[in-house]
């Protein structure tokens, strides 16, 4: 016979046992659900917007989400399949390839100061601010790196979420950016400065684990991707 204590003991690991199996439950649901989509990570873009809508006209089944900060560390540890980003890696666990090379330019609206200049230098673009992402691997920090010659420090007065961001702060006439050319909407609203001695192209990746490399399914996709990336148009 289970006194009061006995009986409130009881009641508290029955509910603890029906808790956790329901939460067993969700769990296998939740690995079953990420088995049967590909998992592709890639940024905002209009290049990214018309891959996904071919993928999907090809009966592709996408999980998507943007690039999270810590995007190698989630791919490591299948939490994704696909990594579309100019982001570099040295992780001994993933595999990449170059999809394409990217024309990359200061871009200012038609309102902005500096847009009817014919030539310009590194000195003119510091006198105004700039507009980036908050991504570690945002254009403007993975450019530096080409531009130590110049010592390129932009006063960097907007962070946004993604490219969409920066077009609705550069199109405000209040700040510079630094854009993938291909990525430009199509509109007369925007200005690519004519830096002197700036010519600086930046790959794309397209990054999976190695232990996928012998996924049919897998490899099926990628090769879509790569299609699709090396038959842009891109100037």
């Known amino acids: ?13 029955i509910a603890a046992k029906n808790i956790m199996s329901a939460c ?27 891959l996904i809508d071919l993928l999907l006209s090809k009966g592709e089944k996408l999980k998507m989400s943007t690039i999270p900060d810590n995007w ?3 791919l490591a540890n299948n939490n994704c399949d696909l990594v579309i980003t100019m982001g570099r890696s040295q992780h001994a666990g993933i595999d990449c390839m170059i999809l394409r090379n990217y024309k ?22 510091r006198r ?22 110049a010592d390129f420090s932009p006063r960097i007065s ?15 006439g209040k700040y510079i950016g630094l854009m993938v050319v291909h990525h430009l909407p199509a509109s007369e609203d925007f200005v690519i400065l004519p830096v002197e001695d700036f010519s ?21 996709l990628r090769q879509s991707i790569v299609d ?7 100037p």
């Open 104 to 125: 990359i330019a200061f871009v200012a609206s038609r309102d902005h100061p500096l847009a009817g200049a014919g030539s310009l230098t590194m000195n003119d673009l």
């Open 158 to 172: 907007f962070l946004g979420r993604d490219s969409a961001d920066m077009v609705k702060a550069i199109r405000s």
């Open 72 to 74: 190698e560390y989630e």
């Open 1 to 13: 016979q289970l006194n009061e204590y006995g009986k409130l003991f009881l009641d508290g690991v």
């Open 228 to 234: 699709f990336y090396q038959g842009l148009s891109i």
């Open 128 to 149: 105004y601010p700039f507009c980036s992402t908050s991504a570690p691997h945002s254009l403007i920090n993975m450019a530096k790196a080409q531009l130590q010659a």
């Open 200 to 220: 600086v192209e930046l790959p794309i990746h397209l990054y999976w684990r190695k232990s996928d490399s012998k996924s049919s399914s897998l490899a099926s």
């Open 24 to 50: 067993l439950n969700e769990m296998e649901e939740l690995r079953q659900s990420s088995e049967s989509f590909v998992r592709l990570v890639c940024s905002i873009s209009v290049t990214n917007s018309k």
